[in-house]
Nanobody, 120 residues
Framework: QVQLVESGGGLVQPGGSLRLSCAAS??????????MGWYRHTPGKQRELVAT???????NYADSVKGRFTISRDNAKNTVYLQMNGLKPEDTAVYYCNAQAGWGNMYNYWGQGTQVTVAS
């Protein structure tokens, strides 16, 4: 079992920045298919992918955040980050960390979520 602990959410004005962190209780990137990412959810909408990073450090972003958000990882700390710049009110959501671990990504883990609110 892996625990994912998110931090860094909060209230920020439009145009501001936040950095989310997701600390895993152990290393996720063991097999070539393993990956971690960030998703977000707002009431009335489905949870949507924000950004992912895989074993080979290949990143993927939702079109709505490209050029503004950056996902990165620190293997020594088993931590993935989401740097969010140029925040917009429509970025307001609960952000969840996800980890796909194990052989063939047989394990799928979620964090508890952290609220990001963008408002003036």
């Amino acid at each position: 079992q892996v625990q994912l602990v998110e931090s860094g959410g909060g209230l920020v004005q439009p145009g501001g920045s936040l950095r989310l962190s997701c600390a895993a209780s152990r290393s996720i990137f063991i097999f070539r298919t393993n990956a971690m990412g960030w998703y977000r959810h707002t009431p009335g909408k489905q949870r949507e992918l924000v950004a992912t990073i895989n074993y080979d450090d290949i990143t993927n972003y939702a079109d709505s955040v490209k050029g503004r958000f950056t996902i990165s990882r620190d293997n020594a700390k088993n931590t993935v980050y989401l740097q969010m710049n140029g925040l917009k009110p429509e970025d307001t959501a609960v952000y969840y960390c996800n980890a796909q671990a194990g052989w063939g990504n047989m394990y799928n883990y979620w964090g508890q979520g952290t609220q990001v609110t963008v408002a003036s």
